[in-house]
């Protein structure tokens, strides 16, 4: 079952949105994000795994598939953590795709599935302003 949440990155100090699929199919099980990640977004794999399992869900033993999109554009941190997870939740029919429809979501996750906060949250929410975008989801530490 494939999922889309919506988020941003930060290309510099400009913020760009990032589009993110997840996709749970039959198979060995495998967590795969592709979309040009660095080392950081790789590592979520680990963090995201914990987190929902420390939150009361479960963590499927399928085949997940994680696209960042565009992918031509480096990703980097970890404030794609939570939208992975909830794409993952969703993928999975464990939450409603059709809450996260119209949020772009922020945060990196702790192996406890506290939400830490992240870098580059003003011009992300300047982005999403200039656009017209005014649901935002991310970590109360970054909501001043």
């Known amino acids: 079952m494939l999922s889309k949440i919506n988020s941003f990155g930060i290309l510099g100090i400009q913020a760009y949105p990032v589009e993110i699929?997840?996709?749970i199919s039959s198979g060995l099980p495998a967590t795969n994000i592709v979309g040009l990640p660095d080392a950081s977004v790789k590592e979520?794999?680990?963090r995201i795994k914990s987190a929902i399992k420390n939150s009361g869900f479960q963590f499927p033993r399928d085949r997940i598939t994680?696209?960042?999109?565009p992918a031509d554009t480096k990703k980097e941190g970890g404030?794609?953590?939570l939208a992975i997870a909830l794409g993952i939740l969703a993928s999975s029919g464990q939450i409603s795709k059709d809450l996260l429809r119209s949020h772009v979501v922020l945060g990196e996750l702790s192996l406890e599935g506290n939400l830490r906060p992240?870098?580059?949250a003003l011009p992300i929410a300047m982005k999403m302003k200039?656009?017209?975008i005014n649901k935002?989801?991310?970590p109360s530490q970054n909501a001043k």
Not at 66 to 69: F, G, I, S, Y
């Open 130 to 132: 200039s656009d017209k």
């Open 118 to 120: 992240i870098k580059g």
């Open 21 to 23: 699929e997840v996709d």
């Open 66 to 69: 994680v696209n960042l999109a």
């Open 44 to 46: 979520s794999k680990e």
């Open 136 to 138: 935002l989801l991310l």
């Open 79 to 81: 404030s794609f953590d």
